[in-house]
């Protein structure tokens, strides 16, 4: 994940804070309790197109010799397994 810890939080919190401002949000609870739920799901979000990554990087790892010998691109290729791969699962990033 690219998204440090302390920037998911402040994310978390502007959109808590833009959605109140705006009267979209009402939080009757705690707001740290919110913030927190907000985070986890961000997260998790973030950890599934990480996974997905990891997985698209290891099936190419066979054409290895077709990159380096410049017969394949590797960035075309991540790009076009990883949207099949979206497409196959049903995935929304």
Do not use: C, W
Not at 6 to 33: C, F, M, N, P, Y
Not at 38 to 45: D, F, G, P, S, V
Request: aromatic share 4%; net charge positive; glycine share 4%.
């Amino acid at each position: 994940m690219r998204v440090t810890r302390e920037r998911i939080a402040a994310i978390t919190t502007g959109i808590i804070d833009q959605l109140q401002a705006q009267s979209l949000l009402e939080v009757t609870g705690s707001k740290e309790r919110l913030a927190v739920a907000l985070e986890k799901a961000i997260t998790i979000e973030l950890s599934i197109e990480d996974r997905l990554n990891a997985e698209v990087r290891e099936l190419l790892k066979q054409y290895d010799a077709e990159f380096q010998s410049g017969r394949a691109d590797y960035q075309k290729m991540f790009t076009m397994v990883k949207h099949k791969l979206i497409r196959e699962r049903g995935i929304t990033l």
